[in-house]
């Protein structure tokens, strides 16, 4: 086969392995350089998110729950489980399986859309050209009419914590630990903090999340992340907010942390320490001095709202673009981007991205929080309805949490759907088909929902928004 592609994507992530069979689908030859090997030295697709991101968070997280819940959860529905117990390697076995499963999945599609797999680390020359560096340090190059960059994010480290093996992990470490750590600290209260943090809380850590920002999650809605983390509080996770980290040093085997406050400075003692602060994008040696791609300020490679870099033929996305760091954002770019190459128009609409947060309860939303719409000076309004007055919600012992659908005051238009509690990840995506479809709450309202389900609750906060709720006060009586 000639060294020749029509399209050659570097990195197999959610961006790039969905971008390789999309091209492929549409006719043109394919290959994805990608250079994960994983611990026992096998050459892994997936990217971050299959391996150790999105997929092994989830299976921790429903195994844990599982175990919470048989714990705590099960006497006042009348089962007796006493002294249940938790096998870490066993639960870890299974994990490692799921994503092995996946991951061997991605190899299986690529092999029945023909896309070729180049093992190694890729670097952008001049003219679409890919070098690639295989394990042994063999370098080959490669051409392309077109070049997708999917090469992702890694943790960001900080200073005053520098990641130290087995004691200051990040976000891999933290869902690889081989027992219950007694005492865990997590620095950010962000997504993957609050997800690994409740993970190991489940299981019987103490856990105490230490956070910079005076305000619980600030890009949510005020009034979900409110009703969250009273949630969280009453399940025991300390959540330490206007908290910021000075430093982290191993002695004896246990991690202390010091930290400032309004109360002044502090100090703490882990057994272990997860730091969550964030992710960057990851464009190490990647890039030569004259492939003609740009990054912007804050490091991402500089795209258009079509993902085309500054380079001709040269495209990127995903986690190393602007926008949310999201497996669905990057798989949409990557669909997009090899469409386009196909000759076709599409766009990604970024103003329909769900995002989630896989605790318990769930937070999920798309679209605007009352604080944007008042900080644009937009005038609308809103329904809730709380899943205390669900009937499934309590049948299934889990009736904490609301659903809020925010309108515009005049066309009624859905412009924001916030949920917090059970499945709201899955609720989500009713408000994102709403508003994808333009709909209005009125519409949501004279659609007809099964019974009893969840969703009910997606139904009478759409009637709550016009006042018509029929399960709970509405707040203006009808005239
Ligand atoms: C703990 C955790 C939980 C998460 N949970 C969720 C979730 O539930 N839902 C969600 O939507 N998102 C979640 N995310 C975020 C999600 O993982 C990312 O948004 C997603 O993986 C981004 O996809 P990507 O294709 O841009 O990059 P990545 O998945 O990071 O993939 C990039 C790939 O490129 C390869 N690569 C990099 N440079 C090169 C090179 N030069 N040559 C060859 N290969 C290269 C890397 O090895 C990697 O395989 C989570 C992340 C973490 C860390």
Not at 208 to 234: G, H, M, N, R
Request: charge should be negative; proline fraction near 4%; include cysteine.
């Amino acid at each position: 086969m000639s060294d020749k592609y029509d399209v050659i994507v570097i990195g197999a992530g959610p961006g790039g392995y969905v971008a390789a069979i999309k091209a492929a689908q549409l006719g043109l030859k394919t290959a994805c350089v990608e250079s994960w090997v994983s611990k026992d030295g096998k050459h892994k697709l997936g990217g971050t998110c299959l391996n150790v991101g999105c997929i092994p968070s989830k299976a921790l997280l429903e195994i844990s729950h599982k175990f919470e819940e048989a714990n705590h959860g099960f006497a006042d529905q009348g089962i007796m489980a006493k002294d249940v117990k938790i096998d870490i390697a066993k639960m870890m076995e299974r994990k490692t399986g799921i994503v092995d499963q996946l991951t061997g999945g991605i190899a299986g599609l690529f092999k029945s859309n023909g896309v070729t797999t180049i093992e190694g680390h890729g670097k952008l020359l001049a003219n679409r050209q890919v070098e690639v560096t295989d394990s042994d340090a063999n370098k080959k190059v490669y051409e392309a009419d077109n070049v997708i960059i999917a090469t992702g994010s890694k943790p960001i480290q900080i200073p005053p914590a520098p990641f130290t093996e087995g004691y200051i992990v990040d976000s891999e470490g933290a869902l690889e630990f081989d027992e219950v750590p007694k005492r865990l600290g997590v620095i950010g209260a962000g997504v993957i903090g609050l997800e690994l943090g409740s993970v190991w809380a489940r299981l019987g850590s103490e856990v105490t999340i230490i956070e910079a920002q005076d305000s619980f999650l600030p890009t949510v809605d005020q009034q979900v992340a409110k009703d969250t983390l009273k949630q969280f509080k009453k399940q025991g996770l300390q959540i330490e907010l206007g908290s910021r980290m000075t430093g982290a040093e191993v002695k004896r085997k246990l991690v202390y942390v010091n930290y400032e406050n309004a109360d002044g400075k502090q100090e703490a003692k882990f057994d272990k320490l997860v730091v969550a602060v964030g992710r960057r994008p990851y464009t190490d040696n990647l890039l030569a001095a004259d492939a003609g791609v740009n990054l912007d300020e804050r490091g991402f490679i500089f795209v258009d709202d079509t993902c085309q870099t500054d380079a001709p033929g040269v495209w990127a996305v995903g986690d190393v673009v602007r926008g949310p760091m999201l497996a669905h954002k990057a798989s949409e770019e990557g669909i997009m981007v090899a469409e386009r190459i196909a000759g076709h128009k599409p766009q990604v609409n970024y103003d329909c991205i769900p995002n989630v947060i896989y605790t318990f309860p769930e937070v999920a939303w798309v679209g605007k929080t009352e604080e944007q719409l008042k900080a644009e000076g937009e005038a609308y309004k809103v329904g809730t309805f709380p899943f205390a007055a669900n009937g499934r919600a309590m049948a299934a012992n889990s009736a904490s949490g609301l659903v809020k659908i925010i309108a515009d005051e005049k066309t009624d238009r859905i412009l924001g759907f916030h949920v917090t509690g059970p499945q709201a990840s899955e609720i989500v995506a009713q408000g994102v088909i709403a508003m994808e479809f333009g709909s209005s709450a009125e519409d949501l309202a004279l659609t007809c929902f099964a019974h009893p389900t969840l969703s009910e609750s997606v139904h009478e906060a759409a009637l709550a928004v016009n006042d018509g709720a029929i399960h709970i006060a509405n707040r203006r009586k009808k005239k």
